[in-house]
């Protein structure tokens, strides 16, 4: 290719030129790239800060809007197009390759300009992808009739982010992690800026210059990929504040184990969900209530619980025949099962011959036909965002009631009855409108502060008197001081939580969030 521009020749009177195929290539993969950056500001966010359904929303409608400004500034791009081009996916490379990283690194030190910083990314990014598009059409359009151009660009635009939206969720962020993945997609940018400055060799005025910075950009983000770990460590070390034993991230979640004076703790999205030293409380509270009342339990189910603690207590009453576990995540089922250390903390319980490990979907379990469970043991996560709230509906507890026996208890860890009081009666508002009874309790668990659960039967609950030998926490004793709530816990007015509204969500978001902003 030679001169200012493409040869003039009809589409009839020959096929696709190597530079079109080139640059509708081009237009794939920065139509893939522009979606990672926006998928990893939008999972980074529900990460961090909780709600994924606002955070994808508010992430996506920005991300659009900032696209909109830049396919707007493009207007004013009017000479030396394939330049400008170049610069722009230079830019966009380092900018967005990038973000994942900025923003760890972000809510380690400096967390109040997280939510400033991450609008402020996404905006730029925006804008620049929403340049990429009308200059290469400009470019192209010098040799392509119109409606074939718009055609082909938006059938290799849509294709790239098709190909995305499949392989960030099920292969990208499993097997690269967040940070990889968009320093990744940043080097396809660059790629894309060297292909670029080899098409339109002929017609750039300062090759050698475009040349260094292509260069530059490339070993920049090479380097950054190559030291991916240690950027994740040196963010996640701060944030956490203990030594990181172990880190990974699924499909469904960041898993991070650390160490420190107090022992290994275990944060899911950077949640809390156990402490070494004092999980103990936690387990007995949430277990032993219902499997001592319930008398000789044989058939039990854990739904949730990945880290096998509510099953190495179950464990404990000798009538138990079997134990179904249903956890989504089959990376958290692997780790407490094959970790040493982290096994040792259940007791190796889920690899007992009782135990039956079920990687799936709580809520789309319960909907198949099964056997009904003696007990059920309900560990889920605090409903942060929606996708965990539905299991906190009506209609969850409606498919639960099903699957319990005649005699059965199901318990559920209920978030703390004092910081989120309200959300606390939700689930017990919930509980009832199904037909079951709701029996409400907490315990004191220093990590988390009090905390509650809530025991769901047909029946009303019975008293045991007796429980295991060995326990650190329960007595027969105290166990009835549990179920005693004091006024700042008394129960409240609350709606059912139902998969229409989940108004459970929103309640948690506000209780939690008042105490987080203190």
Known sequence: MSGAALPA????????????????A???????????????????????????????STIIGTYLFAMGVGSWLSRYFERQLPAHFLRIELMVALVGGALPAILFLANAYVPSAFRLLLYGLVMVVGTLVGLEIPLVMRILKRNIVLKNLVSQVL??????????????????VPQLGMIRTGLLFGFMNAAVAVWALWLFRHELRRVGAHAVACFLALAALVAAFAWADHITTLAEDK???DRIVFSATSPYQRIVVTRGLLGHRLFLNGNLQFAERDEYRYHEALVHPVMAAQGAPKKVAVLGGGDGMAVREILKYPSVESVTLVELDPNMTKLFTEHETLAALNGHSLSSPKVKIVNTDAFQWLQQPGDTFDVIVVDFP???????????????????EKRLSASGYAVIQTTSPLVARKSYWTVASTIESVGLTATPY??????????????????????????????????????PLMFDFPLDMARVPAEVNRLSNQTLVTTYEQEWGKVMAH
């Open 239 to 241: 944030f956490y504040q």
């Open 26 to 56: 081009s237009v794939f993969v920065v139509a893939a790239c522009g979606l990672v950056y926006e998928l990893s500001a939008a999972a980074l966010s529900s990460y961090l800060l909780g709600d994924s359904v606002l955070q994808f």
């Open 382 to 400: 605090d409903p942060t965002n929606f996708a965990i709230g539905k299991l906190y509906t009506n209609s969850f507890y409606a498919l639960l």
């Open 155 to 172: 059938t290799f635009d849509y294709l790239g982010a098709l190909a995305v939206s499949v392989a960030f969720p099920l292969v990208l």
């Open 9 to 24: 020749r009809t589409p009839d009177a020959r096929g696709p030129q190597p530079v079109e195929i080139a640059l509708l």
């Open 442 to 479: 907490h315990a004191h668990v220093p990590s988390f502060g009090e905390w509650g659960y809530i025991i769901a039967s047909r029946r009303p609950y019975r008293m045991p008197d007796a429980l295991p030998p060995g326990l650190r926490f329960l007595s027969p004793s105290t166990l």
